[in-house]
């Protein structure tokens, strides 16, 4: 079991730059692959960024790619997603969620098996 924590949300300008963090529990957070995923209203939840569990590889989604980045800390069960160059439609719900052990590091959100509980970010334009 994984129990994650989302924070760091907020308001900002359109250019600015956020960092979210998730927490998780558990002493087997370094096994997870864990992602990062947003929902605006009336949309779907949407893939943003993965890594695997030993940070070696990274996956963005082409709206973020160049602006956001993924990185974790596993001695702070931690996942950290550094948002720059914000624009306004990064306006949404944020969650971080986990998958158990696999060949392939997840990029759909049936893929993941555990999930936060979202924190808000509003880009003002």
């Known amino acids: 079991q994984v129990q994650l924590v989302e924070s760091g949300g907020g308001l900002v300008q359109a250019g600015g730059s956020l960092r979210l963090s998730c927490a998780a529990s558990?002493?087997?957070?370094?096994?997870?692959?864990m992602g990062w995923f947003r929902q605006s209203p009336g949309k779907e939840r949407e893939f943003v960024a993965a890594i695997s569990w030993s940070g070696g590889s990274t996956y963005y989604a082409d709206s973020v790619k160049g602006r956001f980045t993924i990185s974790r800390d596993n001695a702070k069960n931690t996942v950290y997603l550094q948002m720059n160059s914000l624009k306004p439609e990064d306006t949404a719900v944020y969650y971080c969620?986990?998958?158990?052990?696999?060949?392939?590091?997840?990029?759909?959100?049936?893929?993941?098996?555990?999930w936060g509980q979202g924190t808000q970010v509003t880009v003002s334009s």
């Open positions: 558990g002493r087997t957070f370094s096994r997870y692959a």
């Open positions: 969620a986990a998958h158990s052990p696999r060949v392939r590091v997840g990029v759909a959100v049936h893929e993941y098996n555990y």
